[in-house]
């Protein structure tokens, strides 16, 4: 059984939540906080090998999950989704499917937390530039004036090497990779993980926080 707990800053302690969603996230899905909201890639937990994937959102103003969101594609267990963000405005996500390589990474042009709408701003086949399947989707940024993105993952011979490594994917067949170094925290492999926005400073004190 699944609980939920949310941290209260104002009495420094741990709060169960009342919400029991029947649902499945990946012990290794971070999700994506946007606009004050949390987004997570999941599954139904009966069926997931045969009901396509979709998008859980929950509302810190309600503290409940919405409905499930459908994805512009149909994902399935094996695939590789991840979540990102665009200027902390638009929610990305990057799309694989596990047979045959190919990428897609979809922006919203709406996001609420009970609806949105998808752009799809780039599609590429990364089968013949790397035979790569990105585990999980690694963590991924978005260059809207290069249309490009950047994709941290393993090496395409991680069996052997056990790297990690920058994809840097665009438009007309562009593809480079950049060695990121070897994986150094020991049995357990931890992949990089990229964050599109980082906010306003802010100072944590005795369980109070202050916006500078």
């Known amino acids: 059984m699944y609980v939920h707990e949310i941290y209260d800053l104002n009495t ?3 709060r169960v939540l009342d919400v029991t969603p029947d649902l499945d996230v990946e012990f290794d899905n ?9 987004y997570w890639y999941a599954t139904d ?19 409940r999950f919405g409905p499930c969101l459908p994805l512009p594609f149909e994902s399935y267990s094996e695939d590789a989704v991840t ?20 990428m897609e990474i979809w922006v919203t042009t709406k ?3 009970n609806a949105m709408s998808w752009s799809k701003f780039l599609a590429v086949d990364m089968n013949p530039l790397t035979g790569l399947w990105f585990y999980g989707g690694g963590s991924f940024l978005i ?5 490009a993105v950047v994709v941290f ?22 593809f480079r990779e950049v060695d990121l170094g070897k994986i150094t925290t020991g049995k357990e492999m931890v992949f990089p993980h990229a964050f599109s926005y980082v906010p306003s400073s802010v100072l944590f004190e005795s369980g109070s926080y202050e916006k500078r």
Do not use: M
């Open 45 to 63: 937990k009966e069926s997931r090998e045969d009901v396509p994937g979709f998008l859980l959102c929950f509302d810190f103003t309600t503290e």
């Open 30 to 38: 971070f999700g994506l906080s946007l606009k004050g909201n949390t």
């Open 153 to 174: 993952d393993e090496d395409k011979n991680v069996s052997e090497t056990n790297r990690n490594t920058a994809h840097f994917i665009g438009v007309n067949g562009y």
């Open 83 to 102: 979540l990102s963000s665009v200027r902390d405005e638009q929610l990305a996500v990057l799309y694989q499917n596990c047979d045959t390589y190919e």
């Open 12 to 14: 420094n302690s741990w």
């Open 143 to 147: 260059d809207e004036e290069k249309r």
């Open 111 to 113: 996001i609420e937390p």
